[in-house]
């Protein structure tokens, strides 16, 4: 079975930071995006960093300049999140499309999530 295994949440001061990661475990073909996502308290789920299809990262506006997102390698994703706010608290999840086979379709595949509170 497939999953996406996330960690790395937890309580921090404004102004600090953390990092998560995504760890996709089980056994795969391809992995075609990965991506973070957060959902804060009575708000819709909303994308926050990804990547292009030229392999650039992108951000949305309110965390550019303070968020990193990187792989290490084809099953790996990490958020470094710098100079952190109290509204960049959420539940953060990682999302990828993947494929189990070659000749298989695209699969989409969310992690379970992991708190993020920016709180003194």
């Known amino acids: 079975q497939v999953q996406l295994v996330e960690s790395g949440g937890g309580l921090v001061q404004p102004g600090g930071s953390l990092r998560l990661s995504c760890v996709v475990s089980g056994k795969i073909f391809r992995i075609n995006t990965m991506e973070w996502y957060r959902q804060a308290p009575g708000k819709e789920r909303e994308l926050v960093a990804g990547?292009?299809?030229?392999?650039?990262p992108n951000y949305q506006d309110s965390v550019k300049g303070r968020f990193t997102i990187s792989r290490d390698n084809a099953k790996t994703l990490f958020l470094q999140m710098n100079s952190l706010r109290p509204e960049d608290t959420a539940v953060y999840y990682c999302h990828a499309d993947y494929k189990i086979f070659s000749w298989s379709t695209y699969r989409e595949l969310w992690g379970q999530g992991t708190l993020v509170t920016v709180s003194s």
């Open positions: 990547f292009s299809s030229d392999g650039s």
